[in-house]
């Protein structure tokens, strides 16, 4: 050991271990905001965004013609499964990260896609089912591994007590 470094204290170490907890819970609940997120969305989608102003003609014309309900279909199918692919890899790992901040933005990306189409109403639900399913399994994801986790640092702070 060098001569710099300390040994912690029982203290420093108590200390460190409900800071981990701590930080392990906050990881929960801040999954559970990110999916309460993407429920204030569909809300808003669910209602075809009324609550927008309609998108002028000069908008429309700098976009240019808006895909077809098809092709955004073919996109939301690739990208649902290949997110579950990823979430479901990331499962073998023990990353406590919740990393659902980057589907509500493609999630609402499909939205407005289907709201500029004109068929958000058709397709409303498979958006929402999609979203539902890569968001609740990262929620599990998150929750298993952090619960976990949690589970490890009280034993270790229940023998650093003994």
């Known amino acids: 050991m060098a001569p710099s470094e300390e040994i912690p204290s029982s203290e420093q170490r108590h200390q460190k271990i409900k800071d981990r907890i701590l930080s392990l819970k906050k990881q929960i609940r801040f999954s559970k905001w990110w999916t309460a997120l993407f429920f204030l969305i569909s809300l808003g989608a669910a209602v075809n965004f009324r609550f927008l102003p309609p998108i002028s003609e000069n908008v429309r014309q700098f976009l240019g013609i808006s895909p077809s309900s098809t092709l955004i279909s073919v996109a939301l ?11 479901l890899g990331r499962m073998n790992t023990a990353s ?19 709201y500029y189409s004109g068929t958000l109403r058709d397709n409303f639900w498979a958006v929402f089912i999609a979203g539902l399913t890569i968001l ?27």
């Open 77 to 87: 199918i690739i990208y649902a499964f290949s997110a579950l692919i990823l979430i």
């Open 96 to 114: 406590v990260h919740f990393h659902g901040w980057s589907h509500i933005g493609y999630l609402s990306a499909f939205y407005l896609f289907y």
């Open 136 to 162: 609740s399994l990262e929620n599990y994801r998150v929750w298993s591994v952090c619960s976990e986790t949690i589970k490890k640092e009280e034993k270790t702070l229940a023998f650093l007590d003994k």
